[in-house]
């Protein structure tokens, strides 16, 4: 699937890429540094957005190795429609303050396929209480 970049300001050398082929995301890069203190949370604009096909959601999940100094990122959707500069909320649920240095892989974006469910409040359809063999032989 190819998805187009919007370009916010992204440089050339940190768009999101893939150091191997077959990896689940595409590493995504800090544009400047930043301090977060323990407890702080961290809007980073990446400077870039995306064009998704319908049915597909991008998100940016940490990098095993921020995780395990305490760096998350948060994971709200960004839907197909979304047309704005994407973001990595990255939140620091260490005790201790952590330096994200600019340049440096600050997430991975990935893209996957979402259900678009219609939200009915009938189906239509009667269905019983009944466990283990209540519908019969």
Not at 2 to 13: A, C, H, N, P, R
Not at 47 to 72: H, I, N, Q, W
Request: aromatic share 6%; net charge neutral; proline share 7%.
């Amino acid at each position: 699937m190819k998805v187009k970049l919007i370009d916010f300001g992204v440089l050339e050398d940190q768009r999101p890429v893939r150091i191997h082929g077959n990896d689940a995301g595409a590493d995504v890069y800090m544009p400047y540094d930043c301090i977060l203190q323990p407890g702080e949370v961290a809007k980073i604009p990446l400077g870039f957005g995306l064009e998704l096909p319908d049915g597909c959601a991008g998100y940016v999940f940490p990098r095993s190795s921020m995780a395990a100094k305490g760096l998350t990122c948060e994971l709200p959707p960004v839907d197909s429609g979304y047309r704005g500069e994407i973001h990595a909320i990255i939140s620091n649920v260490s005790n201790r303050t952590q330096k994200l240095v600019k340049g440096s892989r600050v997430g991975q974006l990935v893209i996957m396929p979402v259900v678009i469910a219609d939200f009915v409040s009938d189906l239509g359809e009667d269905r019983g209480k009944g466990a283990f063999g209540s519908t019969g032989k």
